[in-house]
């Protein structure tokens, strides 16, 4: 074998073994500043020309452990209360008994445990049907100290 071949193939040795630092990744493509912190991608210890990375060289993590945290942050908004602040009935059809549709409205908080975002607060509401025998028994409750029945009808909505 002559000099000249020795030397072509080990320099490429050297190329494919001495492989740069900056190593494939898809981390480079899929966190840029705007990925969530949460996404996934993967790193691999060595540059291969046809974009493969063995197994064994192929590690997985997040943006947010690959950036240093420098992405967006993806909330995880928790319910921490729920007050019922009313109720009423939005109708009622009668024949031989009524069919009543009451609507209940909430006020919900919510808590991000995730980001840091402040809390909010926002009005809800939960409809239920039921049968009752004379219209007037649509609502039925209507005590505010007692509203937490479902067919309480009185205090405020959204």
């Known amino acids: 074998m002559s000099r ?9 040795i050297f190329f ?13 493509s899929s966190c840029p500043q705007s990925a969530y912190c949460d996404t996934q991608c993967w790193t691999c210890d060595f540059d291969y020309q046809d974009n493969s ?11 947010g452990d690959f950036s240093g945290g420098n992405c ?20 009622s059809i009668c024949f031989i008994g009524c069919q009543c ?3 209940s409205y909430f006020l919900a908080t919510y808590h991000d445990t995730n980001c840091g975002q402040p ?13 009752a ?19 309480y009808c009185g ?3 959204c």
């Open 4 to 12: 000249k071949y020795i030397q072509l193939a080990a320099t490429a």
């Open 119 to 131: 809390d909010y607060t926002q009005c809800e509401t939960d409809a239920v049907d039921y049968f």
């Open 72 to 91: 967006q942050c993806r909330p995880n908004w928790v319910q921490t209360s729920r007050v019922k602040i009313g109720g009423n009935v939005t109708y």
């Open 155 to 157: 205090g405020s909505s």
């Open 53 to 63: 990375c063995p197994p064994n060289e192929t590690h997985y993590e997040t943006c």
């Open 101 to 103: 549709h009451n609507v």
């Open 133 to 151: 025998y004379h219209e007037s028994e649509c609502c039925f409750y209507t005590d505010p100290s007692d509203i937490s029945h479902s067919d």
């Open 16 to 28: 494919l073994v001495c492989q740069s630092a900056a190593a494939q990744s898809s981390c480079n």
